[in-house]
């Protein structure tokens, strides 16, 4: 008992971090998009690695384990490339303990569905890293059965750096470890008439 009681203290520990760290990224990312997506439930979010938004894929299965994905079906750029992805997360803390920094491993995977190129880049918001995680203690059974779980709502050309500033196809997964998300399938196109420029420097 007093084991399972340090572990959720932990937990409520990481989710106050969370929250705080989530409250600093949004105030330095909120801005307004100037893109129109399909749906448009993505349009006017905040892209702040852990911002609420309503684009994020509720988990509310406590034995759930794994990342969930959600993406427009297609983006219509205007004044700057962008490509808004919305995640969620939840594993258990012996899965977890595996890792110095759990965004730091995992990988959004980003393919050009007719090139078949691939572009990869982490969670770990450029410029800004975190402490490494206290491991949480207990028993295995202890450890398996009780879960964290994090949110994550970006674009994805400010993590892939390597994604080039193009129209195209583009399938997308996260994956950490032997766990692979959902796939998303993304369009990015013009607006008639449009202009797009070079992405302006983000605030790190």
Not at 23 to 35: A, V
Request: glycine share 6%.
């Amino acid at each position: 008992m007093k084991l399972l009681l340090i572990i959720i203290s932990l937990h409520l520990l990481t989710q106050a971090c969370s929250a705080k760290e989530a409250g600093r990224i949004t105030q330095l990312d909120l801005t307004k998009n100037t893109m129109k997506t399909i749906p448009p439930l993505f349009e006017n979010i905040p892209m702040g690695q852990m911002s609420e938004s309503p684009c994020i894929p509720e988990i509310n299965d406590w034995d759930y384990r794994g990342i969930e994905l959600n993406a427009p079906s297609k983006v219509i750029i205007s004044d700057e490339f962008a490509l808004p992805l919305c995640g969620a997360w939840q594993f258990s803390y012996k899965f977890i303990n595996k890792f110095r920094r759990i965004h730091n491993e995992i990988v959004i995977v980003v393919t050009d569905t007719v090139t078949y190129k691939s572009y990869s880049g982490n969670l770990e918001k450029p410029g800004y890293e975190r402490q490494d995680y206290k491991k949480a203690v207990g028993t295995d059974e202890e450890l398996e059965m009780n879960t964290a779980s994090s949110r994550f709502n970006i674009d994805v050309f400010d993590y892939v750096r390597s994604l080039p500033e193009k129209t195209g196809k583009y399938s997308i997964y996260a994956i950490i470890g032997d766990v692979k998300s959902n796939v998303v399938e993304v369009e990015l196109e013009i607006e008639k008439g449009a202009a797009p420029g070079p992405r302006k420097p983000r605030p790190q």
